[in-house]
């Protein structure tokens, strides 16, 4: 457990964690009020470095997406979370950036 013993270190903590709550509540994640059905190598190019949800719309001979339509984007995971769960359907979610900072 961190224990913060300084007022200015505790000042510090709280400036922090408000400002991130302040980023999360200012409405970062994008909902895409028309989604237009596009391939999924496409959303990578559209969508660049973000975190997408799509609505499954055409799947390979072995289950993987192959089309769908964009329905939320954001540049955090983090943002997307409680947004994700007021969709159904067959949806699919991940980055198309790389994950590896020397590939890109």
């Not at 510090?12 to 400002?19: D, V």
């Not at 237009?36 to 973000?50: F, G």
């Not at 540049?75 to 699919?92: A, E, R």
Request: avoid cysteine.
């Amino acid at each position: 457990m961190l224990q913060l013993k300084s007022p200015d270190l505790v000042a510090r903590a709280f400036n922090l964690g408000s400002q991130l709550l302040k980023r999360i509540a200012s409405g970062q994640t994008k909902v895409v009020e028309k989604p237009q059905e596009l391939r999924i190598e496409e959303l990578a190019e559209k969508y660049p470095k973000q975190w997408v949800t799509v609505e499954i719309t055409k799947r390979d001979g072995y289950g993987f997406p192959l089309n769908g339509k964009v329905l939320l984007y954001a540049n955090s995971i983090d943002l997307m979370v409680d947004k994700i769960k007021d969709f159904k359907g067959d949806l699919y979610t991940f980055y198309t950036g790389s994950i590896d900072n020397d590939t890109e």
